[in-house]
């Protein structure tokens, strides 16, 4: 439902926008408060782990940060919605997601999902209609750049359709590894890269190159405390060789030749020009920095000048606590090819995600394939074993730390 109805499908109740997703996560919330799945660790997978945790924080910051901001109350308003889809969305999907075979079901129904956008989208592609837009919430005439057709699906933009297909890439090519559903796998990776591909947007052709750039490191998946030292090491290099900041390879960035990457560019310098008007809990005006500067598709910079440092550091832990919880749950799989596998797709749809922030922010649904992930990792993060199996994350590092010793 979330991924098959338009964002703009919303029932005004009152003043209050409720949209498919909310009436969804409404439900969702309604059936975890009466029914749940009972476990040692309680209705969520590994328990309340630190990304739980870290997650909820960043949530709440955000709200209060841009409320203060404001000092409006359709603002606040409008925050307590986009709270309850954050936070709502994110649980309701930890709560359904609760171990490896729920993983299992919702990648199997995320290929579907795939298959079913990939047709619809290279309609769009013959026909420049989108047939979604008869649902109404999306326009129907498709947008066109140097002559070149982006199908947008059911999705906003169609940056955001092409990132849903590039970031599903990776947990389509485990499902095929796994031999579990091989039929459904090559369906859901052939309908992923036709969604990457019609979107006709280098962010999301990016998403993919980061997943294929991750399978690649496979054989130093016991260095990459190393490589990621050398990275480090070469953006430091780089920006002390460079005439312009290192950032500046940002507006390089071209691979379809209609992509705009020197705004992407703009974007992080003017954030960290202006960090003094921004750190404390976001700033307004920040549409007078320059040229098309309202236009926010960073997501980086879009909750640090919307949210404050608070907010973009809650949220930069977040991406960094996941890969942390993949790679514990690693070195505790070592010897296990398979789990070992399955950790590294999961790492390389998380890199997707981490490279499509650059380009795009999630303001549709794509938001909630992102808590999807999460959800999954969560899972993964307990020894990638059922509910019962591991307690909590302490449980996870104290088994690793137990076994080093």
Same mark, same amino acid.
Request: one cysteine or more; a neutral charge.
């Given at each position: 439902?979330?991924?098959?109805?338009?964002?703009?499908?919303?029932?005004?109740?009152?003043?209050?926008?409720?949209?498919?997703?909310?009436?969804?996560?409404?439900?969702?919330?309604?059936?975890?408060?009466?029914?749940?799945?009972?476990?040692?660790?309680?209705?969520?997978?590994?328990?309340?782990?630190?990304?739980?945790?870290?997650?909820?924080?960043?949530?709440?910051?955000?709200?209060?940060?841009?409320?203060?901001?404001?000092?409006?109350?359709?603002?606040?308003?409008?925050?307590?919605?986009?709270?309850?889809?954050?936070?709502?969305?994110?649980?309701?999907?930890?709560?359904?997601?609760?171990?490896?075979?729920?993983?299992?079901?919702?990648?199997?129904?995320?290929?579907?999902?795939?298959?079913?956008?990939?047709?619809?989208?290279?309609?769009?592609?013959?026909?420049?209609?989108?047939?979604?837009?008869?649902?109404?919430?999306?326009?129907?005439?498709?947008?066109?750049?140097?002559?070149?057709?982006?199908?947008?699906?059911?999705?906003?933009?169609?940056?955001?359709?092409?990132?849903?297909?590039?970031?599903?890439?990776?947990?389509?090519?485990?499902?095929?590894?796994?031999?579990?559903?091989?039929?459904?796998?090559?369906?859901?990776?052939?309908?992923?890269?036709?969604?990457?591909?019609?979107?006709?947007?280098?962010?999301?052709?990016?998403?993919?190159? #980061? *997943?294929?750039? !991750?399978?690649?490191? %496979?054989? =130093?998946?016991?260095?990459?405390? $190393?490589?990621?030292?050398?990275? &480090? /090491?070469?953006?430091?290099?780089?920006?002390?060789?460079?005439?312009?900041?290192?950032?500046?390879?940002?507006?390089?960035?071209?691979?379809?030749?209609?992509?705009?990457?020197?705004?992407?560019?703009?974007?992080?310098?003017?954030?960290?020009?202006?960090?003094?008007?921004?750190?404390?809990?976001?700033?307004?005006?920040?549409?007078?920095?320059?040229?098309?500067?309202?236009?926010?598709?960073?997501?980086?910079?879009?909750?640090?000048?919307?949210?404050?440092?608070?907010?973009?550091?809650?949220?930069?832990?977040?991406?960094?606590?996941?890969?942390?919880?993949?790679?514990?749950?690693?070195?505790? #799989? *070592?010897?296990? !090819?398979?789990?070992? %596998?399955? =950790?590294?797709?999961?790492?390389? $749809?998380?890199?997707?995600?981490? &490279? /499509?922030?650059?380009?795009?922010?999630?303001?549709?649904?794509?938001?909630?394939?992102?808590?999807?992930?999460?959800?999954?990792?969560?899972?993964?993060?307990?020894?990638?074993?059922?509910?019962?199996?591991?307690?909590?994350?302490?449980?996870?590092?104290?088994?690793?730390?137990?076994?080093?010793?």
């Amino acid at each position: 439902m979330v991924f098959l109805v338009p964002f703009g499908q919303v029932l005004v109740l009152g003043g209050i926008h409720l949209t498919v997703y909310r009436m969804v996560i409404l439900c969702g919330l309604a059936r975890l408060a009466v029914t749940g799945r009972e476990s040692q660790s309680g209705r969520l997978a590994g328990g309340f782990t630190s990304i739980d945790r870290i997650f909820t924080i960043w949530a709440i910051a955000y709200c209060v940060a841009n409320s203060l901001q404001w000092m409006d109350t359709q603002a606040l308003i409008k925050n307590l919605g986009s709270l309850l889809d954050a936070l709502g969305g994110y649980f309701v999907l930890r709560f359904a997601i609760a171990d490896a075979d729920d993983v299992l079901h919702a990648i199997q129904v995320l290929a579907v999902i795939a298959v079913i956008m990939a047709m619809f989208m290279t309609n769009e592609q013959v026909t420049h209609d989108n047939v979604f837009g008869m649902l109404g919430g999306i326009p129907r005439d498709v947008a066109v750049r140097e002559g070149r057709a982006r199908s947008c699906g059911a999705f906003e933009v169609y940056i955001t359709a092409g990132v849903f297909g590039a970031t599903l890439l990776p947990l389509f090519v485990w499902l095929w590894a796994s031999g579990r559903s091989k039929v459904g796998a090559c369906l859901g990776m052939l309908g992923g890269a036709v969604i990457a591909v019609t979107s006709n947007a280098s962010t999301s052709l990016l998403a993919c190159a #980061a *997943a294929v750039l !991750a399978f690649c490191f %496979w054989p =130093l998946r016991k260095s990459m405390r $190393a490589v990621r030292w050398v990275l &480090v /090491a070469s953006l430091v290099g780089l920006h002390l060789v460079m005439k312009a900041p290192v950032w500046a390879l940002i507006a390089r960035v071209d691979l379809t030749g209609s992509s705009s990457g020197f705004h992407r560019y703009m974007l992080v310098d003017g954030c960290i020009r202006h960090f003094t008007d921004w750190w404390l809990m976001g700033v307004r005006n920040y549409d007078t920095w320059g040229w098309d500067m309202w236009d926010l598709s960073n997501q980086y910079v879009a909750y640090a000048l919307t949210g404050g440092l608070v907010t973009l550091a809650a949220f930069v832990l977040i991406i960094s606590r996941s890969f942390g919880r993949l790679g514990t749950a690693r070195k505790l #799989a *070592a010897g296990d !090819a398979k789990q070992e %596998w399955f =950790l590294w797709c999961l790492c390389a $749809a998380l890199l997707g995600h981490v &490279v /499509a922030y650059f380009g795009i922010g999630y303001f549709d649904q794509m938001q909630f394939a992102w808590y999807a992930l999460l959800a999954m990792i969560s899972v993964a993060g307990a020894g990638g074993k059922s509910v019962d199996a591991v307690s909590n994350e302490d449980a996870v590092v104290s088994s690793y730390e137990y076994a080093q010793s």
